[in-house]
């Protein structure tokens, strides 16, 4: 069979050879197709970028899920916003007493996923995540609950991610975070220029909401330059590791530990300049 290619830039690109097209589909919202691949095994692409293949989703659903969860082990009420393909929300549920809201605009993602990319979607049985088929920013606009933390798990600041990049979005989610509340967000590379300057235009958004917002990083080797970023924000918390390590061992993760905590938050200085 051929090549999956995914341009990083009008001069780079990432190309993935493939065993199958196993799956293809134009919904209401996007592009969604599935691929067998030789060296990333099964992935999922949307409107053409990777959202997470076999191989390497592990290391983003880790930091996304476990790096809060460990910095306020209180956390109970979660909100999560996007994160169709489950690998979030698979995370998140390792906490015993975690109970999760779901907001996805596209439900044949999230079909699509069941069927095909069992490894994440599989927590969606789960009878402590409450699903909804919704456009996150209404309900953020809408909701009248507190939340311990909300995730934002999108896609790229494109198609029908980019609301999710709004001020009024942040402000929102700002409002139904609890005191010792946790925001994170996906946050783009630092490295091109283009994804540098959604990194940058996050952070700029998030900043002045709250009085704790910083970044980041861990290393995805599918995703554009392989560098990639969080946002963490809070009134409240800041990001130090308060987590329970026994808690942490029994679930042998295979990215995330207290030290990979610690050191995701020392940033490159061209980062720290590119802010
Ligand atoms: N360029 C890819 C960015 C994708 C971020 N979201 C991934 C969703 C995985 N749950």
Redesign the pocket.
């Given at each position: 069979m051929g090549w999956f290619t995914e341009y990083w830039t009008d001069y780079v690109k990432l190309s993935v050879r493939i065993k199958k097209h196993v799956f293809s589909k134009e919904t209401k919202y996007q592009k969604i197709d599935i691929y067998d691949s030789y060296e990333f095994g099964r992935f999922m692409a949307l409107d053409g970028?990777?959202?997470?293949t076999e191989r390497d989703?592990f290391i983003?659903?880790e930091m996304?899920a476990h790096l809060p969860m460990n910095a306020n082990p209180a956390i109970r009420k979660v909100l999560v916003i996007?994160?169709?393909?489950g690998?979030?929300v698979r995370e998140l549920l390792r906490y015993p007493d975690v109970v999760v809201d779901m907001v996805e605009i596209d439900e044949e993602v999230v079909r699509v996923c069941r069927e095909y990319l069992p490894l994440?979607a599989h927590a969606f049985d789960n009878p402590r995540v409450h699903l909804m088929f919704a456009d996150g920013i209404e309900y953020v606009e809408k909701a009248e609950k507190t939340y311990d933390l909300i995730i934002v798990?999108?896609?790229?600041p494109s198609g029908p991610g980019l609301s999710l990049y709004k001020n009024e979005f942040y402000k929102n989610c700002q409002r139904l975070l609890s005191d010792e509340g946790i925001f994170i967000n996906?946050h783009?590379?630092p490295y091109f220029d283009d994804t540098r300057a959604s990194m940058r235009d996050i952070h700029r958004k998030l900043k002045p909401l709250f009085p704790i917002a910083t970044i980041y990083q861990a290393f995805i080797p599918?995703?554009?330059s392989g560098h990639?970023l969080f946002g963490y924000a809070s009134k409240k918390t800041h990001p130090e590791f308060r987590g329970d390590e026994k808690l942490l061992a029994s679930f042998k993760l295979k990215y995330y530990n207290k030290e990979v905590h610690q050191a995701a938050f020392a940033l490159p200085n061209y980062v720290r300049e590119g802010l």
């Open positions: 970028y990777i959202m997470l989703e983003y659903h996304i996007g994160g169709g393909d690998g979030t994440t798990d999108s896609t790229d996906q783009e590379s599918t995703y554009p990639w």
